[in-house]
Structures are given as structure tokens and as C-alpha cells.
């Protein structure tokens, strides 16, 4: 315990040290106008309330990340932005990643607490609830103009699965592209990845932006010391961890209309041995796939009225291949689902907004199988619908007091009804300050895979299954320091009930007979610090702070997958005219695992160098990750035998962009 505490004073001191040197170092300069007002006080926001809305103005805890962030730190997947985001975290088994927030992270939970969007539209599937965070997600960060977290509960304007957070990707559009560019990356693990983008606004007002992804990583060879035994070649997994991907994105605009769509494939190599499959067997994979297309119509009625219409389809569908000793099972689902949003906006007073919406969504196929050659386990079809109807109101007391309340109602036609209120109070007494109260009920749905999962002498069918709820509580503070410093502060509560665990009903303890319950409830308390510092074009610094903790409510127990101190620390330097330095380093505190060990502390380190456009249209970047090859792991799920996952040493890429 000395040397934990040890370790964070010395990360802390370090990154104190670094902040002060920087700040020192520019005290001098005059910062810039034009910078100030972009980054400090008009930056927009469209998740929080569904209309664009000042951040400081916005009834939330917001985190944005730009295009230039994107950048100048490298990130090559969703996320590695969200690591770096205060009161997040990452897990990865191999197969999938998983996002934690504010110390809740459930191996295993396919990311079904937190809702992730692409311009507006749920990447979330109807099946498993799961939102793809890593390359499966199939969109080159390149082509991101921002992402926006919303912190809390967000089932008030999106319904299920918006329990934690929202996380809005949005693209960039032909006007801020403007033309061909292609990119390649190559890099550890024999990883090959290219990327192609076209964006245009015509003259008659058409804006067109198209992105195309392809990537082949051939992976490593990894040693596993629960299969170190000559039968499964002494515990390593050769070749086994490879990953093939592509995505398409096509964005289109034209005047009032809007047209978007996705198609994404993965197809994963699994070297943990998950599920007891053959550790040393090549054919264990996964293969996910998510399209869909929308079409939008938004339109101003007038200075105080608009009106927005959209209709969606979505697909998704999921393939595994299983190899045990005396058979290779197989699984398969699919998801297809239709769905329109309705919603008006009418500003009856100069003081006053009223939003009232309604969505639709139709499952039409909600299919799962598991099978092998001679026996078919489980083979399911359970369409359902949902039904939404949502109000919020935005009151401005006086220009320094604002008022937000909300509420939507939910009708699942298997799982049952949820109402999500939402109340926020947000006072700027100044330009340069935001304090928010803030308060919101969310759900979680439970999916087709926990109602309807049934298996002879292993598992029971559970169609009695409630929502999972949260309730939280929440104090921002958001302060502008100076000209160059901001400094953010937020405290908040959690209250979580009916949340979904394996419980076993069997009465014979020889036998494993589980079921799928509403049994837990968790409590989780914690506080977040920032310092995000612009001291001159293109020199800033940030840092940011979470202590976090969450127990079992009623075993007082602290909760696996939860660390309890994280700190991120980022950095960028201009070296030369073109040349750009950037280090950003992640520490976390120990993690219990399912198996009752816990994990160690460690504190990773990623540096990029990357160039301005060489002639204006060639660009170079070179990422090595993990640069002092710290040996670290994540918490896996009871499907391995493994409690925790070693993770990436030392690794590179290297991108080249080219413009035409």
C-alpha cells in the first residue's frame, strides 16, 4: 500500500512539475483572441439537448474532442480518445473493447450502459445492446470533425442504454474536406490500413463527404500461463490474434435534407481461449457487421419554430466459430430494425424553448442461434417494438439563470415501460464561469439475449426481467482561470438498482443451472479535476484527475473492473515550422478481476510526431504507444480462465496522408 501511494505522488509531482515548466515557459505571451473565444467559451454542442446549444448553456457534463486533438495526439480508434477522457477507462480481452465510466465496468457488458452515436444516429444494436469503440466501429478518426461526451444519464432524449453517457462521433462534411485524400498506415503486428476521403460542396448547395476504411493486422504471438502445458503449446497462442476490418461512411446535404449511412464488418481472431473453446485452435473468431442508412428532414419554420422529421433502417448481424474437443459450435444473430423520430421545437417567449418529441423503432427481426453440426442449443426470433415520448423545456430566469426539465416515457413491448425525468440548473455569473446542478433518471432495457436465453440443464429463460435504473446526482463547476487556463471541477453520485447478474438456481451444487436477474444494486460516489491549458498556437497542456469508487450496495463490496484513482496527462510541443511533438501519458490504480485478484497500477505512455502539410498536400504522422513497454493487463470476464489480459508492449504506427 506505501508503494501505491508512493507511485501517485510521484505521477502527480510529475505532472505538476511539467504544467508549471510549460506555463513558465510562455508567461509571456499575449494569448490569442480568436483562440480564447474557440476554445474557452463558444464551443457548440448538439448532444446534450438535440439542437445546438453553447457548452457552457448545455444541461450536462461535456467533454469535446476536436479534429486538432484527433491529430496532434494520434488516436487511432474511439477508444484511445476515451481513455484520455476524465472519468473514463478501458478494458480489452483480445476480441472486444469496453469502456468503464465513473468506476463502473462490467466485463463482458459489450458497452450496453453507455449510448454511442454517429451524427445523431445509435450504433448500439437491438440484440446484445453493444456499441463498437475500437476499429470495429469501422471509421477512420481522420474523418471526425468532433466527438462529444455527455456525461450521466441520457435516457431522457435517447431512451435505453444511455445510462452513463452519450457519445456522439461526428464526421466532417464536404465543405470542411474539400477533395480526395488517402492515407496508409503500417505498423506492429504486420498491420496494414488504408483510408480513402472525398469531400465537395457543390454550387447548387449539395455538401457530400465519403470515407472508406480497410484495414489487416496479422497479430502477435502471446504466452498465456493458465495453458502453459505441452498439450496447448506450452501456454502460447501463435498467430491467433489477427483482426481484419473495413467501413463505409457517406454523408450528404442539401438544404433541408440530410442523408447518411454506415456499413462496418470485423472479423476478430480470439487467442484467450474464451468459453473453454480450444486454446490453441485457429478457427475461434467473431465477425460483427453494423449498416444502416437514414434520411432527415430539418427545417425552420420560422425564427421560433422547427420542425424535424427522420427515418432509419439498421442491420446488424454477428457470426462465431467455437472449436472444442468434440465439436465446433457456431452462433449467429441478427437485428433488423426500422424506426422514425418526430420532434418540434417552438420558442414561445425570448426566454423560453419547448421540445416535444416522439420515436418509433420496429425490431422486425430480433434472431439469435447456437448450434453445432448435430444439435441445435438455442434458436431465437423476438421482434419487439418501442415507443417514445419525450418533452424537455429550457427557461431562462435571467441571463446569468437557466432552468432545464425534461421527461420521456418508454414503452418496450417485452420488457415493460420507463419514465427518465432529468432537472438541470446552470448559473454563469460570468462569461468565464459555468456551475451546473444537475440531476437524471436513466434505464437500460434488458436485451433479447438476457429475456430470452434458455438452455436444457444450463441455463433458464428469464421473461420477468425489469429496466436496469440509475439515478445521479451532479455539481460542475467550470472556471476559466485566465487567459490561457480552464479549470473544471464536478462531484457527482450514483444510484444504481435492478441491475442484471447470473445467478444460479440450481439446488444441487454439482449442477450449473443459472438465470438472469434483477439482483444488484450498486452505489458509486466521485469527483473529477481538470486544467486544460492553450498557452500559444499550437503548445498546450492538459490534465486531468478522477477519484472514483463503487460498492455493492448491499455487500458493501468494492466492484470488480473499477479503479479507484486514474490520471491523464497530455502535452504538445512545436518543434520546427512543420514538425509537432505530442506526448500523453494514462495512470490508473489497481482493479479487482471476477476472480478476486487484482491487477497492478501502471502508467502508459504514447508519443506522436506528426507534420503540416508538406507543399500542402503531404502529411506524416508516427505513433509509438505504450513507449516504455510497461507490462500491464485488464480485468477479463468469468468466460476466461485468465483473470486479467496482458495487453500491447511496445508498438508503432506510421501514417502517410496524401492530398490530391
Known amino acids: 500500500m506505501m508503494a501505491y501511494n508512493k507511485n501517485i505522488r510521484i505521477a502527480i509531482f510529475c505532472i505538476i512539475i511539467l504544467i508549471t515548466n510549460s506555463i513558465t515557459a510562455v508567461a509571456d505571451e499575449e494569448a490569442s483572441a480568436k483562440r480564447e473565444l474557440l476554445l474557452f467559451q463558444d464551443i457548440p454542442v448538439v448532444s446534450a ?23 496532434m495526439y494520434g488516436y487511432r480508434t474511439l477508444a484511445d480518445v476515451l481513455e484520455t477522457v476524465r472519468g473514463f477507462y478501458v478494458s480489452y480481452d483480445r476480441n472486444y473493447t469496453y469502456i468503464g465510466v465513473r468506476s463502473f465496468g462490467r466485463p463482458t457488458d459489450y458497452n450496453d ?73 503500417s505498423g506492429s503486428y504486420r498491420k496494414i490500413q488504408g483510408n480513402t476521403t472525398f469531400g465537395h460542396y457543390f454550387d447548387n448547395g449539395l455538401d457530400l463527404f465519403v470515407s472508406g476504411l480497410f484495414g489487416d493486422i496479422k497479430g502477435q504471438d502471446l504466452y498465456y500461463k493458465e495453458y502453459d502445458d505441452p498439450s496447448t503449446n506450452n501456454g502460447i497462442a501463435e498467430r491467433l490474434d489477427w483482426d481484419k476490418y473495413n467501413g463505409l461512411l457517406l454523408t450528404s446535404t442539401y438544404r433541408n435534407f440530410s442523408l447518411q449511412g454506415i456499413m462496418n464488418s470485423r472479423n476478430k481472431g480470439i487467442p484467450t481461449g474464451s468459453w473453454d473453446t480450444l486454446f490453441i485452435s485457429d478457427g475461434s473468431k467473431t465477425l460483427d457487421g ?60 425570448k426566454n423560453t424553448r419547448l421540445m416535444i418529441g416522439s420515436e418509433y423503432q420496429n425490431h422486425l427481426q430480433a434472431s439469435y442461434q447456437y448450434w453445432s453440426k448435430s444439435e441445435t442449443f438455442v434458436d431465437i426470433d423476438a421482434p419487439y417494438n418501442i415507443i417514445s415520448l419525450y418533452m424537455q423545456s429550457e427557461y431562462q430566469v435571467i441571463n446569468d ?10 414503452r418496450h413491448s417485452e420488457a415493460g415501460s420507463s419514465t427518465s425525468p432529468r432537472v438541470a440548473v446552470i448559473y454563469n455569473p460570468t462569461k468565464s464561469t459555468a456551475l451546473k446542478f444537475l440531476y437524471g433518471d436513466a434505464f437500460r432495457a434488458p436485451n433479447v439475449g438476457e429475456l430470452y436465453y ?56 454439482d449442477e ?25 498556437e499550437y503548445l498546450r497542456c492538459d490534465i486531468n484527475y478522477s477519484f472514483q469508487y463503487a460498492k455493492d450496495a448491499d455487500t458493501k463490496e468494492d466492484l470488480t473492473n473499477s479503479p479507484r484513482h486514474i490520471i491523464n496527462f497530455g502535452l504538445s510541443i512545436p518543434i520546427l515550422k512543420y514538425l509537432f511533438f505530442t506526448i500523453n501519458s494514462h495512470y490508473e490504480t489497481d482493479r479487482i ?30 505513433l509509438i504507444r505504450n513507449l516504455f513497454d510497461v507490462e500491464y493487463s485488464y480485468t477479463g470476464g468469468y468466460e476466461h480462465k485468465q483473470p486479467a489480459i496482458l495487453q500491447d508492449g511496445r508498438n508503432f504506427t506510421a501514417r502517410m496522408e496524401y492530398r490530391f
Open 593 to 622: 478481476t471476477v476472480y478476486e485478484t487484482e491487477t497492478d497500477p501502471y502508467l502508459l505512455t504514447n508519443i506522436n510526431i506528426s507534420t503540416e502539410p508538406f507543399f500542402g498536400r503531404l502529411k506524416l504522422s508516427f
Open 512 to 536: 450449473t443451472l443459472s438465470q438472469y436477474q434483477n439482483v444488484s444494486k450498486v452505489k458509486a460516489k466521485g469527483i473529477e479535476l481538470e486544467l486544460d491549458a492553450r498557452l500559444k
Open 113 to 185: 450502459r453507455i449510448l454511442l452515436l454517429v451524427n445523431g444516429h445509435t450504433m448500439n444494436e437491438g440484440i446484445f445492446g453493444s456499441a463498437f469503440v475500437d476499429i470495429g466501429l469501422g471509421i477512420d478518426l481522420n474523418s471526425v470533425e468532433r466527438i462529444e461526451v455527455i456525461r450521466g444519464p441520457g435516457s431522457t432524449l435517447y431512451g435505453t442504454c444511455a445510462m452513463f453517457a452519450v457519445v456522439n462521433v461526428i464526421t466532417k462534411k464536404g465543405v470542411e474536406s474539400n477533395g480526395l485524400k488517402a492515407s496508409v498506415s
Open 454 to 509: 434458455e438452455q436444457a440443464d444450463f441455463w433458464v429463460v428469464s421473461r420477468d426481467l425489469k429496466p436496469e435504473k440509475i439515478k445521479t446526482m451532479e455539481v460542475s463547476l467550470k472556471q476559466q482561470l485566465s487567459n490561457e487556463l480552464l479549470g473544471t471541477i464536478s462531484l457527482y453520485s450514483n444510484r444504481m438498482s435492478n441491475l442484471i447478474d447470473t445467478v444460479s438456481v440450481s439446488d444441487d451444487p
Open 49 to 71: 439537448a438535440k439542437y445546438e446549444q453553447n457548452i457552457d448553456k448545455a444541461p450536462a457534463s461535456i467533454t469535446i474532442i476536436t479534429s486538432e486533438d484527433i491529430e
Open 401 to 410: 439563470l437557466s432552468f432545464t426539465i425534461g421527461v420521456r416515457r418508454d
Open 290 to 349: 453494423h449498416r444502416f442508412i437514414e434520411l432527415k428532414y430539418d427545417h425552420s419554420i420560422n425564427d421560433d419554430k422547427n420542425v424535424m422529421f427522420r427515418n432509419y433502417f439498421d442491420n446488424y448481424y454477428y457470426e462465431s466459430t467455437c472449436p472444442y474437443e468434440d465439436a465446433i459450435q457456431f452462433e449467429y444473430a441478427n437485428n433488423r430494425l426500422f424506426g422514425s423520430e418526430l420532434q418540434f421545437r417552438w420558442d414561445p417567449w
